[in-house]
């Protein structure tokens, strides 16, 4: 049987509650899904089919939400999120994870949270939706991969200053990013042999140690040993030529060391088809590649590409981890 994905409300104040009902709109009855969160914060007039339990979900008809109630606190207001609200938002989160971690849902699809309102609200400590789901799998380390039919890119550091970034970078963090990635393109893509293309930190490379040593030093050591246990990685290679569309053909996913080295990328090619996926969990996550959105919410005029495409990802991940 195939199992629903778990879809969370993310913020109700942002875009997420429209986007589950124009996604399923889209979608039809094709993908099994369920929305958890408050039928209040869903836009005026959606037709919504209520669950007690995420095997319901399949057989409600593809012109209506299927909805795994939530309360919350509060009614929201598009654009303005409510402290009062904070603790729902965590709860959903720790509802769809248990959900997948009973064998009840295929995985799980985060929408769009606002850490800033969850801290202040709730003290959520997290980062973000990453760690805290890291967290709630007992699992110390996670890869983030943005992904899209063009372009899979794996940020080796993710969200700290550009300055700190070369003492954040370790051997041990790079050989566990690869690690974890290659086993990822294995068990969630079903690729047999995962082909990885190592980014270098500097400038063409450091160009033999001219513009810096990052790659003699640690990058090349960390892919030489991977490379001798018979791991597909090759590189450090210049970031500049990488993303062109012969480069794309000779790999499965583009390692890089920082944040903007990886997503400027994948969002020039593919900016509404980006998914952000996490690697190493114990059940499937996607989410889409977006905010909240507050400055446009409750307008209608938000896309759903992106959810779409993490709703199918989603689904695809769990058929591959199911085989």
Avoid at 67 to 96: C, D, K, M, W, Y
Avoid at 111 to 130: M, N, R, S, V, Y
Avoid at 253 to 265: E, G, K, R, S, T
Avoid at 281 to 300: C, K, Y
């Amino acid at each position: 049987m195939t199992l629903p994905i778990a879809l969370t409300c993310g913020e109700p104040a942002g875009v997420g509650p429209e986007l589950a009902v124009a996604a399923r709109a889209a979608l039809g009855d094709s993908l099994p899904l369920f929305w958890i969160g408050d039928p209040r914060h869903l836009p005026k007039g959606t037709a919504i089919a209520e669950i007690h339990d995420p095997t319901q979900a399949a057989a409600v008809s593809g012109d209506m939400l299927p909805v795994l109630s939530h309360r919350f606190a509060t009614r929201s207001q598009p654009g303005q999120p409510a402290a009062a609200n904070a603790r729902g938002v965590i709860e959903v989160i720790e509802r769809a994870v248990a959900l997948v971690q009973a064998g009840k849902a295929g995985g799980v699809c985060t929408a769009p949270i606002h850490k800033k309102a969850l801290k202040d609200g709730a003290g959520f400590a997290f980062p973000g939706h990453t760690e805290f789901l890291a967290h709630l799998a007992g699992v110390d380390r996670v890869v983030m991969m943005l992904a899209s039919p063009l372009l899979r890119v794996v940020p080796v550091t993710i969200h700290i200053p550009l300055c700190d970034v070369p003492a954040a970078l370790t051997a041990d963090l790079l050989e566990d990013t690869l690690r974890i990635t290659e086993a990822g393109l294995r068990r969630d893509f079903g690729i047999a042999a995962p082909r990885l293309a190592v980014a270098g930190l500097n400038p063409h490379a450091g160009e033999g140690g001219a513009m810096g040593r990052e790659e003699i030093d640690l990058i090349r050591p960390v892919v030489a040993k991977l490379r001798a246990e018979g791991m597909a990685v090759t590189g450090p290679a210049s970031a500049d030529t990488m993303f062109h569309a012969r480069a794309r053909a000779g790999y499965d996913v583009a390692v890089c060391m920082y944040h903007d080295q990886a997503l400027i990328p994948i969002k020039t090619l593919d900016f509404d088809g980006g998914v952000n996926v996490t690697l190493g969990l114990p059940f499937v996550r996607t989410s889409p590649d977006h905010g909240t959105a507050f400055d446009i919410a409750g307008q209608g005029i938000a896309k759903p590409d992106s959810l779409i495409a993490a709703l199918k990802l989603a689904a695809e991940m769990a058929a591959a981890r199911h085989r």
